[in-house]
């Protein structure tokens, strides 16, 4: 059995430069890769491209790259909770390129399953098509839309094994899975990594063939953007 582990996140992101693109996954502050994003942080690496769903908040997930101004483009979905991606793109210091968000999840899995474009009925007749092929099937109007192409993708799971087989929780199976394999190198960050055959086949997500470097993530915060409570009822 290959052994795909790396001792920490150091290790993990060996190879990454200025100038890269890197898939992010999460959905919100859910299930994103919180070691591999504060290395970067550490790296200082500039100019980046990065995809992801979102982009954080000001002080946390890739709000933190935003801050040191390390990101020159973000292609993502919904960016509606940081005020520093906001100031940014209306004064022009960063490019934006706006997903849908099906569409967004859908150039991660062909990029996987080595498709090189797709069509897509999402974004016909918007900005989002202008520039790009469009095709009639059955009387309805299609996007033809490109894989995405990535040096990295860093993703964030439940549980994981010495061969790089994963399993992921909750709403961070969204967008995680579909970038496992998606580019070039593929790195994995868990909360428990075990054995290779310590999980069951039957409920692993994505087989180690989509991961080259698996670690054992630590102090994980999992914040809550918008935390909202019942009030208690007077006794």
């Not at 430069?17 to 070691?35: A, R, S, V």
């Not at 390390?70 to 909770?81: A, D, F, T």
């Not at 087989?207 to 019942?230: D, S």
Request: hydrophobic share 40%.
């Amino acid at each position: 059995m290959i052994k795909k582990t790396v001792s920490n996140v150091h290790k993990a992101l060996g190879g990454v430069t200025d100038g890269m693109t890197f898939m992010l996954g999460g959905f919100g502050l859910c299930g994103i890769p919180e070691n591999a994003i504060a290395e970067l942080v550490r790296l200082g690496i500039k100019d980046i491209t990065c995809i992801s769903n979102n982009a954080g908040v000001d002080d946390f997930g890739l709000g933190l790259l935003l801050q040191q101004r390390q990101i020159r483009k973000m292609i993502s979905s919904y960016v509606g909770e940081n005020d520093e991606f906001e100031r940014q793109m209306l004064s022009g210091e960063l490019e934006v390129e706006l997903t849908p968000q099906g569409t967004l999840a859908e150039k991660c899995r062909a990029a996987q399953a080595g498709f090189p474009a797709f069509y897509t009925p999402a974004g016909y007749g918007t900005e989002v098509a202008e520039g790009k092929e469009t095709r009639e099937f059955d009387g309805k109007m299609y996007v033809l839309e490109p894989a995405f192409k990535a040096d990295y993708s860093f993703v964030k799971a439940w549980k994981g094994d010495e061969a790089g087989n994963l399993i992921f929780k909750g709403t961070a199976r969204n967008f995680n899975p579909c970038m496992c394999g998606a580019a070039k190198i593929t790195v994995a960050e868990v909360e428990e990594l075990l054995p290779a055959g310590s999980l069951d086949p039957n409920e692993i997500h994505i087989p180690g063939i989509f991961v080259q470097r698996i670690f054992q993530g630590e102090k994980y915060e999992k914040r809550i953007e918008q935390r909202t409570v019942r009030k208690m009822k007077s006794m």
